[in-house]
């Protein structure tokens, strides 16, 4: 375990109506599910009572790049979500590249026997839990954090 930087980590999968939380223990052993919570003006103040609850060494926001590796609205949409959220806690984030965790997700929701319809409410949370969990494996086996950080110039209030 190398180069591991010890402490919990909130991994999180914004998307356009859903905000995904996962988190995992200090050792990086497990992600496992928090809450989905809405998209809306207050999706960051429920964020900020988390950091007050679980105190997370950092935040792994998926960066949801298209396949070719280029941005799409929804990259634009979690990198101004990831530096606001930045901004409001304090905390630093680092963005994950995230193309397959919502399929992931979805397969995995499939194969216990969940229905699309039935996986809505969770399946962003389990998205959370995939890219959290391949950030900490990653950093695991190589000794260097998962993504990239956010400067602190591109901070929004």
């Known amino acids: 375990m190398s180069g591991f930087r010890r402490g919990v980590r909130l991994g999180i999968d914004v998307g356009r109506a859903r905000v995904g939380v996962a988190r995992c223990d200090p ?6 599910p928090v809450e989905t919570v809405p998209r809306s003006e207050t999706s960051i103040d429920r964020l900020v009572e988390l ?3 679980y105190e997370p060494l950092e935040f792994v926001v998926g960066l949801p790049v298209n396949l070719q590796g280029t941005d799409t609205a929804s990259t634009v949409d979690a990198r101004e979500f990831a530096a606001a959220l930045q901004g409001r806690t304090g905390v630093p ?7 397959l965790s919502t399929v992931t997700a ?6 216990s ?32 954090p998962a993504g990239a950080t956010i400067p602190h110039d591109e901070e929004s209030a």
């Open 106 to 111: 979805h397969a995995a929701l499939r194969s």
């Open 93 to 99: 984030v680092r963005l994950v590249d995230e193309r």
């Open 27 to 32: 050792d990086g052993m497990l992600a496992v």
């Open 51 to 53: 950091v007050a609850e």
């Open 113 to 144: 026997g969940r229905s699309q319809k039935n996986s809505r409410s969770i399946v962003d949370q389990i998205a959370a839990v995939v890219l959290l969990q391949q950030a900490i494996d990653m950093e695991k086996s190589t000794g260097n």
